[in-house]
């Protein structure tokens, strides 16, 4: 099983990113999927968290109305739209996948719940 992030890099206060992460080898329709963040201030934070169908949707309140998660299941990838973009926003962001079979939507909050993870990509975003 493999996790690929893409997309982060170096942007000014305001701009936006487009984070993608693509799963291999995994059922991808039965995982919840979320998008953390750490940074070497703060543990590592849940961002954003999306179940196996769009369906149940949940965001940190600091990301609220300016991050959109979405899922593409005949893509095998979640996505990451990042808007108004804050240098308090700069860390590495990983995805994690959360197996929920086929009769639970709801992904988890907690990182131990998640079994796969991704290598990470940095988003660094300067004032």
């Known amino acids: 099983v493999q996790l690929v992030e893409s997309g982060g890099g170096l942007v000014q206060a305001g701009e936006s990113l487009r984070l993608s992460c693509i799963a291999s080898e995994l059922p991808f329709s039965d995982y919840g999927m979320a998008w953390f963040r750490q940074s070497l201030e703060k543990e590592r934070q849940l961002v954003a968290r999306i179940g196996r169908t769009a369906d149940y949707i949940s965001y940190a309140d600091s990301v609220k109305g300016r991050f959109t998660i979405s899922r593409d299941n005949d893509k095998n990838t979640v996505y990451l739209q990042m808007n108004a973009l804050k240098p308090e926003d700069t860390a590495v962001y990983f995805c994690?996948?959360?197996?929920?079979?086929?009769?639970?939507?709801?992904?988890?909050?907690?990182?131990?719940?998640?079994?796969?993870w991704g290598q990470g990509t940095q988003v660094t975003v300067s004032s």
């Open positions: 994690a996948a959360d197996y929920l079979g086929s009769n639970f939507n709801i992904a988890a909050r907690a990182a131990n719940a998640y079994e796969y």
